[in-house]
């Protein structure tokens, strides 16, 4: 299979994924259900005029029925990707009562292969996955939160009074994920951490990276919020260099002052954080391992719910017997926190 058609398939129609109810019993012994949804989610297209910088943010909004100020979750898509990608995620997260904001960033978006010849796509790819790009989207995720506190008084806005500005949460897949390392500090010795917003709470970075160049660790030491890794045993890509073995270097990279995990799924190709279908074949044919999507929604929603809820059934369905209970034998799952 060529590369060309490799990407042909990452960037396949999107498919739904039913957010069916399952309870694990905590460590003390209390219920505690991180893929039951209650309310009706909406969801609406919205932008971000950016004026410092002339530039337009698509944005999609999928929101809770419960109108009271809730916690914001950010969503940066990956390369070739827009803000209609992971809509799984999206849907599932306002039905907790979420608000979420999925970003699209121009130069790295889908603009990027749409209208191209077969052959002309991969090297526009490549040309676009550069440090200009990962800079313009860590200054799109700071445009945005900056624009939050104006949404949430503007008269006639969706957004207006729903947010809880105390409580932002960050995420990303890909080069999302870097975009999610950089505002949560990732730097180097030339930038340092020009990128951090300080508003957000915490992070999940789904296929993370490392730094092409010079050390992890000096890179990773000045990220001080708590960080969920996820990523799979066959998570490479045919952009950007990474390798399975090379994300599973950003964990142990993480400074120990912070709370970390990390995820890492069997036979999880790149795709997986996605509702793509994966290339691999198994004794029952072609597609996905349907548990897959079902730890990915369940160790998502128990992060935020103890980080940007302060759920303490949450910290010990994520910490317990919980987590373990929904992986697979063969999945790795480890963390370390301050407490």
């Known amino acids: 299979m060529s590369i060309t058609h490799q990407f042909f398939l990452m960037i396949a129609?999107?498919?739904?994924?039913?957010?069916?109810?399952?309870?694990?019993?905590?460590?003390?012994?209390?219920?505690?259900?991180?893929?039951?949804?209650?309310?009706?989610?909406?969801?609406?297209?919205?932008?971000?005029?950016?004026?410092?910088?002339?530039?337009?943010?698509?944005?999609?909004?999928?929101?809770?029925?419960?109108?009271?100020?809730?916690?914001?979750?950010?969503?940066?898509?990956?390369?070739?990707?827009?803000?209609?990608?992971?809509?799984?995620?999206?849907?599932?997260?306002?039905?907790?009562?979420?608000?979420?904001?999925?970003?699209?960033?121009p130069g790295s978006d889908e603009s990027v292969w749409k209208g191209r010849k077969p052959a002309e796509i991969m090297p526009a790819m490549q040309q676009a996955a550069n440090y200009e790009n990962l800079k313009l989207r860590c200054e799109d995720v700071k445009a945005l939160v900056g624009a939050l506190a104006q949404w949430n008084k503007l008269a006639g806005h969706p957004l207006k009074g729903r947010m809880d500005l105390d409580r932002i949460g960050m995420s990303g897949h890909s080069f999302g994920a870097q975009t999610t390392q950089g505002v949560l500090g990732q730097g180097n010795a030339r930038v340092g951490n020009q990128f951090k917003v300080p508003e957000i709470t915490g992070g999940i970075a789904y296929s993370p990276s490392i730094p092409l160049a010079g050390s992890p660790q000096e890179a990773f030491r000045r990220v001080d919020r708590p960080l969920l890794l996820m990523t799979g045993t066959k998570d490479d890509s045919p952009v950007g260099g990474q390798t399975p073995e090379s994300r599973r270097k950003v964990y142990p990279a993480l400074p120990e002052t912070i709370d970390r995990y990390e995820l890492v799924l069997e036979g999880a190709e790149h795709s997986v954080f996605s509702e793509r279908e994966p290339r691999i074949r198994t004794l029952r044919g072609t597609g996905r391992n349907p548990n897959h999507h079902k730890v990915i929604l369940s160790l998502t929603t128990a992060f935020w719910d103890y980080y940007l809820r302060d759920d303490d059934q949450a910290k010990k369905w994520l910490q317990g017997n919980g987590a373990k209970a929904v992986l697979e034998q063969a999945d790795q799952w480890q963390f370390a926190t301050r407490n």
């Open 13 to 105: 129609a999107l498919c739904s994924i039913s957010s069916t109810s399952l309870t694990f019993r905590a460590a003390s012994g209390a219920d505690y259900s991180p893929l039951t949804t209650s309310g009706k989610v909406s969801t609406e297209t919205h932008s971000l005029v950016d004026t410092a910088r002339s530039r337009t943010i698509p944005l999609r909004f999928y929101l809770p029925e419960n109108i009271e100020p809730q916690p914001v979750v950010l969503f940066s898509h990956g390369l070739g990707g827009s803000c209609d990608n992971n809509r799984y995620l999206g849907e599932h997260l306002a039905g907790r009562g979420y608000v979420c904001i999925f970003m699209q960033h």
